[in-house]
Every structure is written in structure tokens, then in C-alpha cells.
């Protein structure tokens, strides 16, 4: 089993959609918990962090769930301009810390 | 405001040359990363430094080396390109990680 799982997709939704992935963590010791988005051949660039208690950053709500370890990002009224690959990343803190990206899930918003 | 930033932004290759990929930040962050991201891929963690000083292996060490010449710069090194080694390279530093925009390396 992958440390840190997503579906590839790609989604494909039209725009005003609602559309929410999830991502899955193997390591019950992980700690911090962060989504990016990258846009084709650039770079990662990071969305927001993922708190325990869930948080929302306008159109975006980003959720832990620690009991069945995954976290999820949920976004509302999709924009075109959300077409992206969204990353999820995992930190885990112990004898040495560790860092494991998702491999991303494809996100298309169509007109 | 610079953030991180990699030279050179592309390159070409050919087999068993040598190069050195350079990063800087000027976020005064401990920690710097190199990464690798193949077409349709994830990244894959070369090397880290989580301090001046100090580097580890990532998951794709072999063919690479680093240097952690100081605070804010980490350098790449290809000692004898491979036509494997063709990929995209990032630089990141900090934790969460704010990434440079990267060096495409070709190799022939």
C-alpha cells in the first residue's frame, strides 16, 4: 500500500460544479497535512494547510479525518481557472521527519 | 521578492556530461529539497538538507550529488548524465515547502 494515496482522475466537471478528492495516509503517526496545486509544467504551489477542526478558504474547504486517515478537499462553484492537478502532502515527524507527496488528482472544469 | 529560485530554467545534454543545478532562498529556511518529476508523474525526492551542514538521501539518490553551501543555497549535481536523468527538476525550501520553478534538463 502507497504511504499517501489519490485517485489520478481525472475529474471532469463543468463549471459552478462543486467537486471534492480525498486522500488517504497509511501512517497513523502523520502529523501535518497540506494540499498544493500544480498547474501543467509548473510548479507546485501551496493551497492551504488541513487542520484537525477543518477550514475554508473562500471557494475551498480543506477537512482531516484522522480516525480513517484521510484528508479531503472540497471546492465550490469551480472556476475554470481551477483546472489543475491538486497534491496532497503528508509530513510525518519522528526520528527523522519525512515528507510524501500524493501523486495528484487531475482536475478539468469544462465551460 | 524572490522566494526560490533554480538556474538554469532549461538545459540540453549529452550523455556522461557533467552539470550543477543551482537553488538559492532567501526565505531563511533551515531546510532545502531537490526533487525530480518525470512526465505524468509525482515528484521523487533526490536529496534533502534539513540544515545548513547537512544532507540526506531521498528515494532517488544514485547518479546525483549535492552541496549544501550555505544557508540559503543547495547545488545539484550531475557527475555523468544519463538519457534517465531527463526530467524536471525542482528546488524547494521550508516546511510547508515553497518550490522554485524549476530546470528542465534534457539529456541526449
Known amino acids: 500500500r502507497k504511504e499517501v494515496e489519490q485517485d489520478p482522475g481525472p475529474f471532469n466537471v463543468p463549471e459552478g460544479a462543486t467537486v471534492a478528492f480525498n486522500c488517504t495516509y497509511s501512517?497513523?503517526?502523520?502529523?501535518?497535512f497540506f494540499w498544493y496545486r500544480q498547474d501543467c509544467r509548473k510548479e507546485p504551489k501551496l493551497l492551504m494547510s488541513?487542520?484537525?477542526s477543518g477550514n475554508e478558504d473562500g471557494r475551498f474547504t480543506a477537512q482531516l479525518n484522522r480516525a480513517s486517515q484521510y484528508i479531503s478537499l472540497l471546492i465550490r462553484d469551480s472556476k475554470l481557472s481551477d483546472s489543475a492537478t491538486y497534491l496532497c502532502v503528508v509530513y510525518e515527524y519522528s526520528s527523522a521527519s519525512k515528507i510524501i507527496f500524493g501523486s495528484g488528482t487531475r482536475l478539468s472544469i469544462r465551460p | 521578492n524572490a522566494g526560490v529560485t533554480q538556474t538554469p530554467k532549461f538545459q540540453v545534454l549529452k550523455t556522461g556530461q557533467s552539470m550543477t543545478l543551482q537553488c538559492a532562498q532567501d526565505?531563511?529556511?533551515?531546510?532545502m529539497y531537490w526533487y525530480r518529476q518525470d512526465p505524468g508523474m509525482g515528484l521523487r525526492l533526490i536529496y534533502y538538507?534539513?540544515?545548513?551542514?547537512?544532507?540526506d538521501k531521498g528515494e532517488v539518490p544514485n547518479g546525483y550529488n549535492v552541496s549544501r553551501l550555505n544557508k540559503r543555497e543547495f547545488s545539484l549535481r550531475l557527475e555523468s548524465a544519463a538519457p534517465s536523468q531527463t526530467s524536471v527538476y525542482f528546488c524547494?525550501?521550508?516546511?510547508?515547502?515553497?518550490f522554485g520553478d524549476g530546470t528542465r534538463l534534457s539529456i541526449l
Open positions: 524547494a525550501s521550508g516546511e510547508p515547502q515553497h
Open positions: 488541513v487542520y484537525s
Open positions: 526565505m531563511n529556511h533551515n531546510s
Open positions: 538538507s534539513a540544515s545548513e551542514g547537512t544532507t
Open positions: 501512517n497513523s503517526a502523520s502529523q501535518s
